[in-house]
């Protein structure tokens, strides 16, 4: 089963109790926090649970439903009365003082009316606050495995270079003892050129995924030195059935727009009570100098709604209405879009990925096999040894680059979907 309402609002209780009371401390397991950091193991579970418990992305998000939250009670909050006193007149003997409350009562509900319509904008901080959580799982899943990666070339481009080293090596001894020429051993120095500039290429493009990473998560400066992973893996059973139903999420996104509707109606139905009119009460005590003292007072006053009968908000209500059903079907074509183009370039990614492991790869470990046997007994010539080492190491190159598309398809695909199991 995929994620739905009920299983997005537990998500929502849960990280939004540890954002909250994560000062008080009690026996509960928490995420991974900075001072439990490890930088020299760093596997994708660990990565994720720090961003969930440091991200300031979450911490806005949950302040976020908190101020709805006091909006919503301030919402329902019957209004204040109001003190008055002074003097009708300062006189002498004729002087008059006086002192009442008056309290204005607020009819047809208005405010239930306008807590509801405030609850749903509770409600969709507390999706919103979802969907911030997932946009972090995604990003911080894509910027470890494009780092993870570039963590895997350089382990290859590190083995190109020992092999072209060697190699050179050899063909300086050859040179040396007449047995091969001068252009050869340039063929394999100007080949090992050229994998030592692609491999600090290759390294500073580590780096900066290292930096990225680490942003990702949410702290900049935080130290990464060894990812620990295996691109080969598969994203696991429930990605397998996404690939497969093809289906639009209900997602945080699409609940967000159904709540809208919802809270445009309520503001609807609060507009079409405006016209009737609150009633203000005053009831009070005057003082007066000369007999009779002591005097009561008592006045009511209500608006008549002749000219201003609240037709403007009420036509506008009607189209917010309207604005936002059409949202909720605009929403759910633009995730099916996506989700569309995601699951085409995964199957493409995985698609190439089988052919490097089935055909590619074999053929071109087969080559450097064949090729190096027969330059040793002399059948062909350091170019050609070279050229099939060559062609190893891009097509394992190309392989890798195949697994890190079919990664960040995936990360992005499961972070539509909102999958909490990943990979």
């Known amino acids: 089963m995929y994620p739905v309402n009920r299983f997005f609002c537990w998500a929502a209780s849960i990280l939004l109790a540890i954002l909250v009371t994560a000062s008080y401390g009690d026996d509960t397991e928490t995420p991974i926090s900075r001072e439990d950091w490890s930088d020299t193991d760093t596997s994708l579970g660990s990565a994720v649970d720090l961003a969930q418990s440091v991200s300031p992305n979450l911490a806005k998000a949950a302040a976020d439903v908190e101020a709805a939250r006091g909006k919503a009670v301030q919402a329902g909050l019957y209004p204040n009365p109001i003190a008055q006193g002074g003097a009708t007149q300062a006189a002498g003997n004729e002087s008059q003082y006086y002192f009442g409350l008056s309290q204005e009562i607020v009819t047809k509900h208005k405010l239930k009316l306008n807590q509801a319509a405030a609850n749903r904008e509770t409600y969709q901080a507390e999706l919103m606050f979802v969907r911030t959580r997932f946009e972090l799982l995604t990003s911080v899943r894509q910027t470890f495995f494009a780092a ?11 083995r190109l270079v020992e092999i072209t080293r060697k190699s050179a090596d050899a063909a300086k001894q050859l040179l040396a003892a007449g047995e091969t020429s001068r252009a050869d051993l340039l063929l394999f120095e100007i080949e090992l050129e050229k994998s030592e500039v692609a491999l600090q290429n290759t390294q500073s493009q580590l780096a900066a995924a290292r930096k990225q990473l680490a942003a990702a998560i949410g702290i900049r400066n935080l130290k990464i030195e060894h990812l620990t992973g295996n691109l080969k893996d598969s994203p696991g059973d429930a990605f397998d059935q996404l690939l497969m139903d093809a289906y639009v999420p209900y997602n945080a996104d699409v609940q967000i727009a159904e709540q809208e509707i919802e809270r445009s109606r309520l503001i609807l139905r609060r507009a079409q009570v405006e016209p009737f009119p609150n009633v203000t009460l005053y009831g009070g005590y005057q003082y007066q100098v000369v007999p009779i003292h002591d005097m009561g007072l008592f ?125």
């Open 299 to 423: 006045s009511a006053s209500i608006p008549v709604p002749v000219w201003n009968r609240n037709q403007g908000n009420i036509a506008s209500a009607h189209a917010q209405i309207m604005k936002a059903t059409a949202n909720v079907s605009h929403v759910q074509n633009q995730i099916a879009g996506r989700m569309a183009e995601l699951i085409g370039r995964y199957q493409v990614a995985d698609q190439q990925v089988k052919r490097f492991e089935e055909r590619i790869l074999p053929k071109a470990r087969e080559g450097v096999t064949i090729t190096q046997e027969a330059f040793a007994q002399g059948t062909f010539d350091s170019f050609r040894l070279l050229q099939s080492q060559r062609g190893l190491i891009d097509s394992n190159l190309g392989y890798i680059t195949a697994l890190e598309m079919r990664w960040l398809a995936a990360a992005e695909l499961a972070g539509l979907a909102q999958l909490e199991s990943f990979p």
């Open 148 to 158: 993870l990666t570039a963590q895997r070339r350089v382990e290859v481009l590190t």
